[in-house]
């Protein structure tokens, strides 16, 4: 089965940036609509981001206009490029298929503080 790798997180201030990157160990990305997901403290893991086979893109609310999902096919890569980050953000994050999901990896912990 491919595996996901989740890679980029760390701990900035409040209006910072991040790039986070998702390796796969297959040539997933073009076949499938992939996403990006989080899950806080306490709380369900929850998609913010996902990109189609088209290359069409779509954000939870709470994300829309500061974070950008993108990938490079020829690198089995899928980045989630977050600007203007508000604690609220803090989570550990993941990718994934949207449907039919595979293992989840162990994913990337993004802390924002005030």
């Known amino acids: 089965q491919v595996q996901l790798v989740e890679s980029g997180g760390g701990s900035v201030q409040a209006g910072g940036s991040l790039l986070l990157s998702c390796a796969a160990s297959g040539s997933i990305f073009r076949l499938y609509r992939m996403g990006w997901y989080r899950q806080a403290p306490g709380k369900q893991r929850e998609l913010v981001a996902d990109?189609?086979?088209?290359?069409?893109?779509n954000y939870a609310d709470a994300v829309k206009g500061r974070f950008t999902i993108s990938r490079d096919n020829a690198k089995n890569t899928m980045y989630l490029q977050m600007n203007s980050l508000k604690p609220d953000d803090t989570a550990v994050y993941y990718c994934?298929?949207?449907?039919?999901?595979?293992?989840w990896g162990q994913g990337t912990q993004v802390t924002v503080s005030s």
């Open positions: 994934n298929k949207v449907t039919n999901k595979l293992d």
């Open positions: 990109i189609t086979t088209g290359g069409s893109t």
